[in-house]
């Protein structure tokens, strides 16, 4: 293989026929997408658009059928665009991996979930790991995309993928590639998209990198290596751990806010972030949700047990965070009690389901917990309201339940006894609330603006919750 000179590696410095360098450079890659949630079919547009063919495999049937007739399910995804690149043959979707030795670059972005004792599970990412392994080539590239524990891509999918090259006579890092890109996908954010935020990248080996690099400089403007996918790995951790640890504090510190009284912690914010350097904002709420911050402490957590060293700092943190729920619910009860009516006969309604505000990403989102708290306290007349969400179901007591949907109106507010804001959509109504709700649990301090009377509303971290 010759090797890609210089700081950009856009240019191979030897053209080579059938390499892989060269069709990606000339645009007749194909590109294979494995998993098309909230990474993957972004990233399968973004290619598209690039005039790259692009074949997206996911084990739903209903998603891969959805797709197909260019029908969305992700918001960050403009849904003309998913039916024209679908009309153009430009993508297509499948739910076995058949077709996946067709594709020459093959982007892993698979759930990475933990088990019921919080060690990684590494399921998914092993499954369509052996699958590409069955159809290896020479020219071919993987990319793992998802969030995972340092070692991931050089402990569990190397010797998978080595081992069909060994039977195949192909050597890793001359024959194919293998490297590690982390996520970073933030949904709902307009600004910082798939092809506009920055990405890092390491590769098992330098011609590894070097490959992955111009794979991903396709479609991203800023790719930036390092030395290994341990690197890579580590550095998508601290990047949400580092948003863990900081959340954790400012909701410990609103906890004692509340405890002390006369202080708010959303002024103390405020006031803070006045500091033009050495200073970030963060804000409490009712716990955290998506699918990273809330399951990264604990891949960290696993893989430190390993070598005999406790992340005492960053569990801590994560508990904390766990526990912020509970908080809420005793907030909730705390309400009701000033109402004439009973904890059993009390009705709650959750105003937002999604993790957060302005998209319907439910994904480990704390309403889920809120609710299983209020159920387990005696509150078991809850229900929602979100304009992002049309259905939610959430675990209770072993098995899924769909929660009911109401509309956001003054009559519905009326005829529930305490509003939680779980989430702060800019397309709730805040003054409706403050006017009809007969008690408010605000967790966002979305109502900050808002004349209400004090005597119905409990702001997280103001002294009053």
């Known amino acids: 293989m010759s090797r890609l000179n210089g700081t950009s590696p856009s240019i191979p410095t030897v053209d080579i026929p059938d390499h892989l360098a060269t069709q990606l450079t000339t645009r007749t890659a194909t590109i294979g997408i494995v998993g098309l949630g909230y990474v993957g079919l972004p990233l399968a547009m973004a290619y598209a658009a690039e005039g790259y063919d692009v ?36 993508f297509r979707a ?10 020459d670059v093959v982007f892993v972005c698979v759930p990475t979930p933990v088990t019921q004792h919080k060690d990684p599970d590494t399921t998914y990412i092993e499954q369509a790991t052996a699958a590409m392994a069955r159809h290896l080539r020479p020219g071919q590239l993987l990319i793992l995309k998802s969030t995972t524990y340092p070692d991931t891509t050089e402990g569990v999918v ?26 970073r996908v933030d949904p709902g954010n ?24 111009l ?32 959340i954790a504090l400012v909701n410990e510190l609103a906890q004692l806010c509340d405890r002390v009284g006369g202080i708010d912690i959303w002024e103390v914010v405020e006031a803070a972030e006045t500091k033009p350097f050495g200073f970030m904002k963060f804000t409490p709420g009712p716990g955290i949700g998506g699918h990273c911050i809330p399951i990264d402490p604990y891949y960290l957590s696993w893989l430190a047990r390993k070598y005999d060293f406790e992340t005492s700092f960053i569990t801590l943190a994560a508990r904390i965070n766990e526990e912020m729920p509970f908080y809420v619910a005793d907030a909730v009860m705390r309400a009701v009690a000033h109402l004439p009516v009973a904890l059993s006969d009390a009705r709650v309604l959750l105003l937002g389901v999604s993790f957060k505000p302005n998209v319907a990403d439910t994904r480990h989102s704390p309403a889920e917990r809120v609710l299983q708290v209020l159920r387990k306290r005696g509150v078991t007349n809850v229900s929602y309201t979100d304009p992002h969400v049309p259905a939610y179901k959430v675990q209770v007591n072993g098995s899924a ?51 209400c009377a004090e005597d119905k509303l409990v702001v997280l971290g103001s002294g009053s919750f």
């Open 158 to 183: 190397q010797p998978i993928l080595e081992k069909a090259g060994a039977a195949n006579g192909l050597t890793l890092g001359e024959d194919y590639f293998l490297a590690f890109s982390p996520e």
């Open 55 to 90: 074949l997206g495999i996911d084990v739903s049937e209903r998603i891969v059928d959805q797709l197909n007739r260019g029908v969305n399910h992700i918001e960050d995804v403009d849904d003309a665009e998913l039916a024209r690149r679908v009309d153009e043959e430009a």
């Open 94 to 103: 499948e739910a076995t991996y058949a077709s996946i030795g067709e594709a």
């Open 190 to 213: 307009k600004e910082y998209t798939t092809a506009t935020t920055p990405v890092v990248v390491g590769g098992v080996t330098e011609a590894c990198t070097d490959v992955a690099a």
């Open 215 to 246: 794979a991903l400089e396709q479609i991203v403007g800023t790719v930036h290596r390092v030395s290994s996918p341990k690197v890579a790995e580590m550095e998508k951790l601290l990047e949400n751990i580092f948003r863990s640890v900081n």
């Open 401 to 451: 339940e769909e929660l009911p949907r109401l509309p956001l109106t003054p009559e519905v507010l009326e005829q529930h006894d305490v509003a939680i804001v779980l989430t702060d959509h800019t397309a709730f109504d805040y003054e409706m609330i403050a006017a009809h709700a007969p008690m408010i649990v605000d967790t966002r301090n979305a109502l900050r603006d808002i004349p």
